[in-house]
């Protein structure tokens, strides 16, 4: 360096530059003479492409009495087609360095391929295959099954799903978000080659679905390129959505699910929450990060930063078609389990009982703005985003007015909600431990039931 | 499609300030964002027998505040202006990476040049001790109370001899990371967290000339620091199986192989890449094939090469169907490394790892963040950032006769540890 610089004033965070703007990406949304959905963004940073199919075949279909069947479904989608065995199909994508998989969550089932641009033409013809010409061979239906046995197995020692499982069926009992969405071992051992292809015919006929493409092509080149894969066959109306009514609860109660010998306490806290439809929800996603949904935020601060009881506390509100969870999520030292539900007990009421702090509010929508450039970096992330507005039925400018949306969020707002969708009084709190050591912990609180991590009620 | 060497567009500066900090200048305009970079050249390697988990320790307290940030505020400060930030602790190195709009570059530089060069006055006991017990809170949540969560502890314990420095977990043991002093964090620090031993990378949306000098105003008041000492590393080779069974709070076997391998940079590390690529890269690679679809002796099945600075562990994992015998798991592991060691890939298998390592490459440049992070990479361990732009070359420069070179020489029974997780009898 030639001259010396400057000195700097240390004292305080410097000034910003000028604010360069940022605009969410243009996107063609159209549907084909048929009725399918299209979204396409152009990406072209580097030379990757992913294209998905979507469809209202989630896990919220599964008939009563079968959890499970909506994903056993999707998994075995890829699994052989008319003209490609399984391995066929996975080397079709692999070879060319790419990707191919299937899969559900609760509200949709998906196809979806990622691949480097040059090989577009090869994904769009394995995405059509796959979605109108499977076939279902029973000895790839079994071989799945016996791997899903063996992750169902595998679950009852894995903490966290331990309490994801137990909470969700505290939860929803009764209803269909009652069941993991790989389903359960008595379920899954009844699903045969006949309730599969029912579940296909009746989901993956291209009503409600939409196709999303996202990389590095020519927009109107794709449309004409899905017309010709996807163009065939007019779909009737989609399936309506299950309406789900989780049961009421009359005040806290507790669940243990004993793990005698543990290092550590998975804890989660929470009830029923709304639809990703809801009014409400774009002011939760403000309020939940000021709550629980950034490092900064009141839940880490206190479990983590001052108390020390964990290395890490969130909470969010599941995104789905129906009343997702709210879900306070810790692991915390087995000994402070009782003083950490507390804890989250105390910020979900004081959020409830009087307006959030001017600069805290200020600082939680600056971030949330701040922060959208960054979430949109990847194919991936693009995808995501116009999956989103497909599947829940968004405006075309959703994203475009996501940043005043932010910004237009009160204090009044952020205090109406809170008392609107958390329900501190009423909470689930699960707790995976020693119950030994647990139990006298929640004493006063609510309530205590003992689980075993097969899931029978123990004796107290 | 053929595997060509891809063009890949990455420019990039390379300074040395007068104090030794290395900095790497990236732009790449399309989004308002910038990544502010920074590794120091320690890690665990950098610890002592008794004394583990502090260089990780360590990182937990850079976030508690310096002379002009308060305890709690890096955080808040970054999050605010809707920053991304957070740091890791590795083998041989620390980092400590933050993606901020654009117009925040300011405030990144101050944040990591605070720390830098104005640690010590905030440091405090009560700090210290929160973030003790939050690191214990890690270690339960990522190891102790994770099924098999113990495992790569093991294998590495047994890999490398007790005073070889990747013997020992980079979070350390709870006993090591319980009895942290203040004194040790002031000597660490003054040791490793020098101008000299470190390196800043911007990527993104910036001016590189207005950048570097902003740079310099921040970072080069702070005085360099003594050479660090460098590590002794024992000899390369085992030289003898070794084997370990680790009952464990699951419900599946499963079993680990760990193979000691070449050090990261050199040719021979991209083979064992990719030939771990070739082994165990998607369902359709030979072992997923075997192991899971054909005889469904196993759930799933992996192979890695971790890119360890002073020579790497090639490993295997896979985990058994109920009712399989761990040894029948085991025995078909093995069977398929003493394949690859006598016969030349399959030229399908080949091209197929080939083009997955490249798409591998693609992607991790989607991210400012991961860019940012493979320049300080380069940087730090080669003083070399163009190592970015050239890596998808070095792969595919490998022959088929290297990969049965690499599993003749590295993966034989005289230089591997298996550990066997297998259910406890109480569980």
Known sequence: MASRPPRVDRSSPPSPGPIRPFQFPSFLRTRLANGLAVLAARHSD?????????????GQYDPEGKSGLAALTAGVLDEGTSGRSAMEIASAAERLGGYFTTGADWDVGYLSTGLLAQNRAAGFELLAD?????????????RLQRQRLAEILRRTHDPSALADDRFHRVLYEGTVYAHPLIGEEDSLTTL??????????????????????????????????????????GPPAPPPPPEIRPPSRPGISVHIVDRAGAAQTELRIGHPGVSRSHPDYPSLVVFNALLGGKF??????????????TYGASSRFSARMGPGPFTVNAAVATESTGAAAREVLFELRRIREALVEPAELAETQSYLVGVFPYTLQTIGDLAKRLETMAVFGLPDDYYTRHLERIAGVTREKVLEVARRHLDPERVAVVAV???????????????VTVWSPQGEPQLV | MSSAIPDLDLPFQYHKLANG?????????????????????????DERPGRTGFAHLFEHMLFQGSEHVGTHDHFRLLQQVGGVANGSTWYDRTNYYATLPAHQLELGLWLESDRMGFFLPALTQENLDTQREVVMNERRQRIENQPYGLAGERLHELLYPPDHPYHWPVIGYMEDIAAATLEEVRTFFSTYYTPNNAVLTLAGDFDPETALERVEAWFGEIPPGPPVP????????????????????????????????????ERSWYAADVLASVLTGGKSSPLYRDLVYDR?????????????????????VATARPGVAIETLEEALLGHVAAAATALPDPVELERARNRLLTEIYSGLQKLDGVADLFSQFATYFDDPGGVAAEAGRYLEITPEELVELAATHCIESERAVVQVVPREAD
């Open chain 2, 21 to 45: 900090l290395r900095v790497v200048l990236h732009r790449q305009p399309e989004l308002p964002l910038v990544a502010v970079n920074l590794w120091y050249h320690v890690g665990s390697k």
């Open chain 2, 296 to 316: 469904q002796i196993a759930q799933d099945v992996g192979a890695s090469v971790s890119p360890y600075e002073k020579g790497g562990t090639f490993m295997m």
């Open chain 1, 192 to 233: 045969d080659r006949e309730a599969l292809v029912d579940f296909y015919q009746r989901h993956y006929g291209l009503a409600g679905a939409a196709l999303i493409a996202v990389g590095d092509f020519d927009p109107e080149e794709l449309l004409r390129e899905a017309e010709s894969a996807f163009g065939s066959g």
């Open chain 1, 433 to 447: 431990g020693p119950a030994e050591d647990l139990e006298p912990q929640f004493e006063g609180l609510g309530p």
């Open chain 1, 296 to 309: 900064t935020s009141r839940i880490n601060l206190n479990l983590r930063e001052r108390h020390g009881y």
């Open chain 1, 46 to 58: 580097l030379p990757l492409i992913s294209l998905e199919l979507v469809t209202p075949a989630g």
């Open chain 2, 230 to 265: 460098p590590v002794t590393v024992p000899p390369a080779r085992l030289g003898g199986e070794r084997r370990a069974v680790l009952p464990d709070a699951v419900s599946l076997p499963r079993i680990y192989v760990g193979f000691r391998a070449p050090a990261y940079g």
């Open chain 1, 130 to 142: 796959v979605a109108f010409h499977p076939t279902f061979p029973v000895e790839e239906l079994e």
